[in-house]
């Protein structure tokens, strides 16, 4: 996407390393160690289709093994190359970091377009991925954790979990080999919203602290922002909806791949994505105009930009137009490190992808900590939580009534307070602690030093100083 003579995404992840390294006293070596991509293994195998053996190209690329198992989605587009899959690596390598999950980063891909295959040959080319992968390491609950990522979802990592499992069939821990995975095939609630609902959660992070917002000429909450969504799939969708439903923003456009939707007053999130999943398109929908050139409404006066799509979206060639105030970078690298360099000088101010996006590890954390304990979260402590709440409320309604004073409790604060926490109250409760915790160590930096300008640098810095210390405490 982004334009030519602009440096490749793996490029533009490591020129972003850079603007935070040269501001860090690394030791000389270590800064070179942990910027480098390990290892990346490419794949190339047969699976007869139609009656003719298609070969396909996929890689699993290993960033930063500094912890392990590493961590990172596996990627189905027809665009997936090498060079792609290590940036996305190298970011989680440092997502990973900045939310304190314990992972080094890692990330894989398949040249597959899934739109061109029925769902009995997408599980064929699958499983037989995964073989490949399964059967060097690079799929495996202590050393190589996969999870969802465009063109994949729950499905893919449910062949995935299956397909380990029958080639390990002694190992107890299989099913944490890979994330993302459907609530009954070993799988968390709210995974499967995590990076949207993390972007939410970011969102609300960033508005609590009013300098912050400021900065963006924003003031007040989410309440009537108007936000324009790049991307209506797994990530976009997931945001657009909870921020429009929860928070009162309001969504004024939808870019999708064949053009985009527009609507000032406000689109219905939920039913552009059914509109989306019976016609395959946006194209039709009677409720908005269409703009035939999606990615130029990117462009439209909005209070915030939500690129939830892909990389390079925003480049030399379109930055200069961009008219949002802040942009939340749902999508990993949506922005080229050119076209940073443009907004920044414009500006506007920058969530960066490390962080926006990183409700999906966090999650994927919780699930994996989950399958290795073999035990839902909640399962002991939720009727026991419900007990005592009990015991409270029944004792302030027996002091009430004996004492004559007349309380009531509201029904709707009993009914809340009387509902221990089940798993997708904690696993939410989790993710909020994470996304909050992590923007207040970026901000410190941010705003503590003078020579860091930015969210991403700051970002950066607390990534790479947390990989340093790992490394350092094994004595390199
Ligand atoms: P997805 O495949 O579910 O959705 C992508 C959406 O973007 C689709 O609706 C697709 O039609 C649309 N799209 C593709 N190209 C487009 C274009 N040029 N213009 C407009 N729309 C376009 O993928 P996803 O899982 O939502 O991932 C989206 C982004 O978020 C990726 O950058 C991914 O790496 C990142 N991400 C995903 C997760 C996750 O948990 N799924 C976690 C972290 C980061």
């Known amino acids: 996407m982004a334009t030519t003579g602009e440096p490749s995404f793996r490029q533009s992840v490591d020129l972003m390393f850079n603007r935070a390294a040269r501001l860090m006293d690394l030791s000389p070596g270590l800064e070179e160690k942990i910027r480098v991509c390990n290892s990346t293994y490419t794949v190339r195998f047969g699976v007869r289709l139609r009656g003719k053996i298609e070969t396909f190209v996929g890689y699993r690329s290993v960033h930063s ?3 392990e198992p ?3 989605g596996i990627r189905y587009d027809m665009a997936v190359n090498q060079d792609e899959v290590e940036a996305l690596a190298a970011l989680m390598t440092y997502k990973c970091a900045l939310v304190e999950a314990p992972f080094g980063g890692s990330k894989g891909g398949l040249c597959v377009d899934p739109r061109q295959w029925d769902e009995h040959e997408l599980e064929q080319i ?6 490949e992968l399964i059967k060097r390491d690079l799929i495996h609950p202590a050393q190589n954790v996969p999870a969802p990522d465009m063109g994949t979802g729950e499905r893919e990592m449910a062949w995935i979990a299956d397909q380990f499992a029958r080639m390990n069939t002694t190992e107890i821990n299989a099913k944490a080999c890979v994330t993302g995975k459907p609530p009954h095939a070993g799988g968390i609630q709210g995974r499967v919203e995590a990076t949207g609902r993390g972007v939410q959660f970011a969102l609300r992070e960033f508005f609590r602290h009013k300098d912050d917002a400021a900065l963006a000429r924003l003031s007040g909450d989410l309440g009537g922002k108007r936000i324009v969504v790049q991307g209506l799939g797994n990530v976009g969708y997931h945001a657009a909806k909870f921020l429009s439903e929860d928070d009162g923003a309001v969504i004024t456009a939808i870019i999708e791949r064949d053009g985009a939707l527009v609507d000032d007053k406000g689109l219905k999130v939920e039913e552009v994505r059914q509109w989306i999943r019976k016609h395959g398109t946006v194209k039709g929908y009677p409720e908005a105009t269409f703009v035939e050139d999606g990615a130029s409404v990117l ?6 930009l939500l690129p939830a799509a892909m990389e390079g979206v925003i480049h030399k060639g ?8 802040l942009i939340i970078e749902a999508a990993n690298g949506p922005i080229t490190f050119g076209a940073d360099e443009i907004l920044r000088k414009k500006g506007v101010l920058i969530i960066p992808d490390m962080y926006a996006n990183a409700g999906g590890v966090t999650v994927s954390y919780f699930e994996w900590v989950k399958n290795l304990s073999h035990i839902r979260f909640g399962r002991m402590q939720r009727r026991a939580e419900e007990s005592r709440s009990r015991l409270l409320v029944e004792e302030l309604e027996r002091l009430s009534s004996d004492k004559g004073l007349g309380w009531t409790l509201a029904t709707d604060f009993k009914e809340k307070f009387l509902q221990g ?3 997708l109250m904690l696993v939410r409760s989790g993710l909020d602690d994470t996304m909050r915790t992590a923007y207040q160590s970026m901000r410190e930096v ?10 991403r640098v700051a970002a950066y810095i607390v990534a790479i100083s947390r990989v ?5 405490s094994k004595g390199l």
């Open 126 to 131: 699958t499983r037989r991925f995964a073989y």
């Open 318 to 325: 379109n930055a200069d137009r961009i008219r949002a105030r």
């Open 70 to 72: 590493v961590k990172g």
């Open 446 to 455: 941010w705003h503590s030093r003078n020579d860091v300008e930015d969210l």
């Open 65 to 67: 093994e500094h912890m």
């Open 468 to 472: 340093a210390a790992t490394y350092r």
């Open 299 to 304: 462009e439209k006066d909005c209070d915030i």
């Open 421 to 423: 926490s089940d798993e």
